[in-house]
């Protein structure tokens, strides 16, 4: 698929009008939109096709610093633990397109990276920065819309509808969003559009990266059916080997069916895959204006059985959500783990803190119990996640009880100790960003105690 056949150009004549209109008109025009949309779905006298978008980050971490130090581009670039020369025990956490080339992903054992490529860039996390950069992306996108949905630090939907007079047809939008983004952060973005979420997410990733996709309306079916199944959101492994063997390979496979033996084969996912795959899914997209919760999950390239990784995986997701949540002033008192094993069987575990807390080791605690408590009857893990809700200001919270679990004494004074960790570890994160790491200060903290 040639892209500049998919995206289109900006005419001549409109290059040099800058990527946004003038702050009047563009406030005017957002307002339009929320009064359009009010107007006609009360009335119900018009239903025009939805014009959603899908903007995921290239290679985000590692572009990032490829940015930041111009002498490592083009060279294989690995973000995660260290890898101690092949002996380390963390998990790689982004890795750039040349050191994809030599099939390192996220997720993979650090020491494993380094035996594919011992010339890479191994560089530490640099949590604030990418947390810095994501919130200038996002606030580029709620130029475009107001109805910009993020779904992870890297990527986030956006509802477009109705915005053709203010930022012209699609093509024409896909091409400032990308310009937008490149113009104030060095970065390149792919993005997919469509009339709905799950053909836009598929589209976003048809090009990577730098690409620009769009799905003409009602073309949906069309459009996504000559794809692996594999493409289709829900369709694990396990699903796709099931459905191979009964003689699926395209999307398209699975749209031709009748619903009823669909539902036959895989239950009530096998409905939710029939309507997918058809072009079908009308969830909307949901402004995060406010927040209800914060989460990370990583999903393993290859499904795992080894529970040591998981345990290393979620340590390095509670370290991240911890900053970010520092960073914000915000506490939660419910933390919960996500995991999802292969065949697609999701599965979550909850508890909530008699304090709130933003602190990384009551975050990783907690879901590292939940992981060891789970019976998992020897199935591999697909993906783990973390997310803290029931939010409140820090600030109003009390400065020494930092998230003690209700059966802990009152006595037990490890936490405050575990407070200052964190906040010297963010003082220096400040001041020397990622060349420092949380090992350093809790090298002597026992996994899950």
Same mark, same amino acid.
């Given at each position: 698929m040639d892209r500049n056949a998919v995206a289109g150009t900006i005419p001549a004549s409109q290059k040099d009008e800058g990527i946004f209109p003038t702050v009047f008109s563009l406030t005017i025009g957002i307002g339009a939109i929320y009064m359009f949309r009010l107007g006609f779905s009360i009335r119900g006298a018009i239903r025009m096709p939805r014009l959603i978008l899908h903007v995921d980050m290239d290679a985000f971490y590692t572009s990032i610093e490829q940015h930041d130090n111009p002498a490592i581009r083009g060279r294989p670039v690995v973000v995660g633990a260290d890898p101690r020369g092949g002996l380390g025990r963390g998990v790689v956490s982004a890795a750039s397109y040349e050191a994809r080339a030599f099939g390192i992903h996220s997720a993979m054992p650090i020491s494993q990276a380094y035996r594919r490529c011992p010339g890479a860039v191994f560089l530490p996390p640099r949590s604030e920065r990418y947390a810095e950069v994501s919130d200038r992306i996002m606030r580029i996108l709620g130029g475009?819309?107001?109805?910009? $949905?993020?779904?992870?630090? #890297? +990527?986030?939907?956006? #509802?477009?509808?109705?915005? $053709?007079?203010?930022?012209?047809?699609?093509? +024409?939008?896909?091409?400032?969003?990308? +310009?937008?983004?490149?113009? $104030?952060?060095?970065?390149?973005a792919s993005v997919g559009m469509a009339t709905n979420k799950s053909v836009a997410k598929i589209a976003s990733d048809l090009q990577k990266p730098d690409g620009l996709v769009i799905c003409e309306p009602g073309r949906e079916r069309e459009f996504i059916a000559p794809l692996p199944i594999g493409r289709l959101w829900g369709a694990g492994k396990k699903t796709v080997k099931e459905l191979e063997s009964r003689g699926f390979r395209t999307i398209g496979d699975i749209a031709s069916l009748p619903l009823s033996r669909m539902e036959g084969l895989l239950g009530r996912w096998g409905e939710h895959l029939w309507l997918l795959a058809n072009g079908m899914d009308e969830r909307p997209v949901c402004d995060d204006s406010e927040r209800k919760s914060y989460s $990370?999950?990583?999903?393993?390239?290859?499904?795992?059985? #080894?529970?040591?990784?998981?345990? =290393?995986?979620?340590?390095?997701?509670? %370290?991240?959500l911890s900053y970010k949540l520092r960073s914000d002033g915000v506490k939660g008192r419910t933390i919960t783990l996500k995991i999802r094993l292969e065949g697609f069987e999701t599965h979550t575990r909850s508890a909530t803190m008699s304090e709130p807390v933003n602190d990384m080791a009551a975050i990783r605690k907690t879901a590292v119990r939940h992981f060891r408590e789970f019976d998992r009857a020897g199935r591999r893990v697909r993906l783990v996640g973390i997310r803290l809700s029931n939010l409140e200001d820090a600030a109003d919270a009390s400065e020494r009880q930092l998230g003690l679990f209700e059966e802990r004494g009152a006595d037990d004074s490890r936490p405050?100790?575990?407070?200052?960790?964190?906040?010297?570890? %963010?003082?220096? =994160?400040?001041?020397?960003?990622?060349?420092?790491? =949380?090992?350093?200060?809790?090298?002597?903290? %026992?996994?899950?105690e």
């Amino acid at each position: 698929m040639d892209r500049n056949a998919v995206a289109g150009t900006i005419p001549a004549s409109q290059k040099d009008e800058g990527i946004f209109p003038t702050v009047f008109s563009l406030t005017i025009g957002i307002g339009a939109i929320y009064m359009f949309r009010l107007g006609f779905s009360i009335r119900g006298a018009i239903r025009m096709p939805r014009l959603i978008l899908h903007v995921d980050m290239d290679a985000f971490y590692t572009s990032i610093e490829q940015h930041d130090n111009p002498a490592i581009r083009g060279r294989p670039v690995v973000v995660g633990a260290d890898p101690r020369g092949g002996l380390g025990r963390g998990v790689v956490s982004a890795a750039s397109y040349e050191a994809r080339a030599f099939g390192i992903h996220s997720a993979m054992p650090i020491s494993q990276a380094y035996r594919r490529c011992p010339g890479a860039v191994f560089l530490p996390p640099r949590s604030e920065r990418y947390a810095e950069v994501s919130d200038r992306i996002m606030r580029i996108l709620g130029g475009f819309t107001p109805l910009v $949905e993020p779904i992870s630090i #890297d +990527e986030a939907y956006l #509802d477009c509808t109705g915005t $053709e007079n203010l930022f012209g047809k699609p093509a +024409e939008l896909g091409a400032r969003i990308k +310009e937008a983004v490149r113009g $104030e952060t060095g970065l390149t973005a792919s993005v997919g559009m469509a009339t709905n979420k799950s053909v836009a997410k598929i589209a976003s990733d048809l090009q990577k990266p730098d690409g620009l996709v769009i799905c003409e309306p009602g073309r949906e079916r069309e459009f996504i059916a000559p794809l692996p199944i594999g493409r289709l959101w829900g369709a694990g492994k396990k699903t796709v080997k099931e459905l191979e063997s009964r003689g699926f390979r395209t999307i398209g496979d699975i749209a031709s069916l009748p619903l009823s033996r669909m539902e036959g084969l895989l239950g009530r996912w096998g409905e939710h895959l029939w309507l997918l795959a058809n072009g079908m899914d009308e969830r909307p997209v949901c402004d995060d204006s406010e927040r209800k919760s914060y989460s $990370e999950e990583i999903t393993f390239d290859t499904d795992t059985g #080894d529970a040591a990784l998981v345990e =290393r995986v979620l340590f390095e997701i509670a %370290d991240r959500l911890s900053y970010k949540l520092r960073s914000d002033g915000v506490k939660g008192r419910t933390i919960t783990l996500k995991i999802r094993l292969e065949g697609f069987e999701t599965h979550t575990r909850s508890a909530t803190m008699s304090e709130p807390v933003n602190d990384m080791a009551a975050i990783r605690k907690t879901a590292v119990r939940h992981f060891r408590e789970f019976d998992r009857a020897g199935r591999r893990v697909r993906l783990v996640g973390i997310r803290l809700s029931n939010l409140e200001d820090a600030a109003d919270a009390s400065e020494r009880q930092l998230g003690l679990f209700e059966e802990r004494g009152a006595d037990d004074s490890r936490p405050d100790s575990e407070s200052e960790a964190e906040r010297v570890l %963010d003082r220096m =994160r400040e001041r020397f960003g990622g060349k420092v790491t =949380r090992a350093t200060l809790l090298k002597g903290l %026992d996994d899950g105690e």
